[in-house]
């Protein structure tokens, strides 16, 4: 099923009831009633208002979903039946060709190295027409050619992906992520002309992912000296970046007629939207809400997402035991990483063992009330990544129970 994410709740919906914790989590709390831990819940009224918030920040770009980031069919179905919402942007080859059979405008925003998926990409004539391949060097084209020769192939298409990390010699060095090997206008014009000289290929897209700046929370100091650097180096990246990706846009279109210029994420899409070269923005995490994203001082995803743990110990009267917890995010080790205590108020992990494999203490006056049977609940750090621990979230409207969603792992699907 798919929950309706148009028309109702808005991005100008007012009161906002997550800013109330204790409505909040106590309509989630009796809607859930009865219902077994762990339980995944998404609610609502902070979806449609994720959903929304998202396309008045694009500013008229269409959003490409980052599936990743989300990992549940049936609210990737929703999202593309809402206005300002086209195309998805997968993470495996193999999920791409999962979701093409209904999707018919599938990226998949990493290169492939799975020979068995591209030999069946290669050998459907509509898989190939809807799926979209990543690369950003010869060895690319290479490895695909050795999988199935184009002549006994259907003409693929390949995005060019262009790597937009920003370099400052004093005092960060080289910020971003580590992605393409192109980062020039001539480094990618000279690309996709071995490209179009390839047979079996079709040059339509570019792809330019800004990460020091979409990933990149500038808001999680006490002092602020750390903040103050990430906002320093997004003052400074984005127009070197918007400059280069426009020039290597414009050199790629010198080449080949491009169908997309994809960039940005969720963190970035109030500067993405604004680069002329860009057709198109992606965005997912945004949507669920993760606790990273309160790190973020431009905007302010509801916590549409969350999930429940049961108290099962009581080791001292100020500290309960829930059973599992150790949810953690992927990214550098820290605190940030770890699943956020949401409710009840005043719980801390133990820091000795913080969330665990199978138990978490948790100790604070919150906890002085807590008995076995309790429920504790908990955001994850991310958003998507929470879908590879349930087999499904109830969709939560009010204090109600209003639909299911299947994740990916619900539907046995493992992508990575």
Known sequence: MAVTLSAVGTADQTPAPWLDPARYWGSLATATEGLESPLGVLELGALRFNTHDLVRRAAGKPIRVASKSIRIRGLTESLLATEGYAGVLAFTLPEALWLAETVDDVVVGYPTADAAALRRLASDPVAAARVTLMVDSLEHLDFIDACIAPQQREVLRPCLELDVSWSSRVPVGHVGVWRSPLRTPEDAAAFARTIERRPGFRLVGMMAYEAQIAGLGDRDSPTGTWSKSKSWIKRRSVPELTERRGLAVASVRN??????????????????????????????????????????????????????????RKPTPTMAVILGGGWV????????????????????????????????PVHGSGAETLRPGDRVWLRHAKSGELSERINEFVVVDGDRVVDRLTTYRGEGKAFL
Do not use: C, K
Request: proline share 7%.
């Open 255 to 312: 080449v080949a007629e491009l169908e997309f210029v994809n960039g940005g994420g969720t963190g970035s899409l109030e500067t993405t939207s604004q680069d002329d070269s860009i057709t198109e923005v992606a965005a997912g995490s945004g949507i669920l809400g993760g606790h990273l994203f309160d790190l973020y001082r431009s905007f302010h995803p509801a916590p549409a997402a969350s999930f429940a743990l049961s108290v099962v």
């Open 329 to 360: 995010a992927s990214g550098p080790p820290g605190d940030d990483r770890m699943p956020q205590l949401a409710w009840p108020a005043n719980l801390h992990f133990v820091r000795r063992e913080m969330a665990g494999e199978v138990q978490t």
